[in-house]
């Protein structure tokens, strides 16, 4: 029974720089979703996954940010070109759809993005 | 697999009536609660948040109470339009001990009877 695994744990970028973090679901979870939480801020939306309908990516910041979610399972998310205002902790969450919506959703540990 | 044979408990309200949907945390210890909306095929919208040395907090057209004696957090929506039918869960995330834990409760289907 494992959890929604993210990696690296941490990472520290030079600006300019393109980074990918990666989430591993929980096996069987249709939905995905990517968040992310600046310093002293909320938990803010970034992009949903569900199933194999084409994803909401309504809260990506810009288009320097995308995500790719493989065969329903992994997903990556690409930030090119670092500004030091992605510093953030990025974390991912996994879900069962109930009725079409989110079931319980559960978290990775997050990956500390660090742009200097 | 999916939770086959489950469903969303569901509010279904009059246009123009206000709705309240509530929300039970488990952690005594959270000390910040979110409520976020979400509509079929999107992802979670953050609506409003309150910390926990409030008991009210105010938006447009919405107010989430907090009454931390019983753990119990709720969304009353004002003058409840079709744009509001979405399902709607709450959060409640700890930040203590140098972590963030973020968890999110079971949602409410608002259906809004035109």
């Known amino acids: 029974g494992a959890g929604v695994s993210q990696s690296p744990s941490n990472k520290v970028t030079e600006k300019g720089k393109d980074v990918e973090l990666r989430c591993d679901p929980i096996s069987g979870h249709t939905a995905l979703y990517w968040y992310r939480q600046s310093l002293g801020q909320g938990l803010e939306f970034l992009i949903y996954?569900?199933?194999?309908?084409?994803?909401?990516k309504s809260g990506l910041p810009s288009d320097r940010f995308s995500a790719e979610r493989t065969g329903g399972s992994v997903s990556t998310l690409t930030i090119q070109r670092t500004q030091q205002e992605d510093s953030a902790v990025y974390l991912c969450?996994?879900?069962?759809?109930?009725?079409?919506?989110?079931?319980?959703?559960?978290f990775g540990p997050g990956t500390r993005l660090t742009v200097l | 697999g999916e939770s086959v044979g489950l469903h969303l408990p569901t509010l279904s309200v009059q246009e123009g009536d206000n709705s309240i949907i509530n929300c039970a945390y488990s952690?005594?210890?959270?000390?910040?609660f979110i409520w976020y909306k979400q509509e079929s095929g999107k992802g979670p919208q953050f609506i409003i948040d309150?910390?926990?040395?409030?008991d009210k907090r105010q938006g447009q057209r919405v107010t989430v109470l907090l009454n931390k004696t019983v753990k119990h957090l709720s969304l009353q929506i004002a003058a409840t339009q079709p744009g509001d039918s979405a399902v709607y869960f709450c959060?409640?995330?700890?930040?203590?001990?140098?972590?963030?834990?973020?968890?999110f409760g079971k949602g409410t289907k608002l259906s809004v009877i035109p």
């Open positions: 996954f569900q199933g194999n309908s084409a994803p909401d």
């Open positions: 969450a996994s879900s069962f759809l109930l009725d079409g919506y989110t079931d319980t959703q559960y």
């Open positions: 309150i910390r926990s040395n409030m």
């Open positions: 959060a409640e995330a700890y930040s203590g001990a140098g972590s963030y834990q973020l968890t």
């Open positions: 952690n005594s210890a959270s000390d910040y």
